[in-house]
């Protein structure tokens, strides 16, 4: 998943401009490239979210359904 998905949430979202502190998750099941990566980390309220990461947590036992 690359840069342009963060984008096109980040622009969708400014319609609902009510809310002000908004956290955007994005999943993917082949990871994410390294400009989304980067951005992500500068705007500090964006979860990149891998489907390895989910399995691992109901593996680990951190999954609570």
């Known amino acids: 998943v690359g840069i342009n998905v ?3 949430l980040v ?3 400014e ?3 009510q809310y002000k502190n908004n956290t955007y998750m994005i999943f993917s099941k ?3 490239t390294k400009d989304i990566i980067v951005k992500a980390k500068e705007m ?3 979860e990149l979210i891998e489907l ?3 399995y691992d947590d109901m593996l ?3 999954f609570s359904a």
Do not use: A, P, T
Request: aromatic share 4%; charged share 20%.
């Open 44 to 46: 500090g309220n964006v």
């Open 60 to 62: 680990g036992g951190n």
């Open 52 to 54: 390895d990461m989910m």
């Open 30 to 32: 082949i990871g994410f």
């Open 6 to 8: 963060l984008k096109g």
């Open 11 to 13: 622009e969708r979202s």
């Open 15 to 17: 319609i609902l401009n």
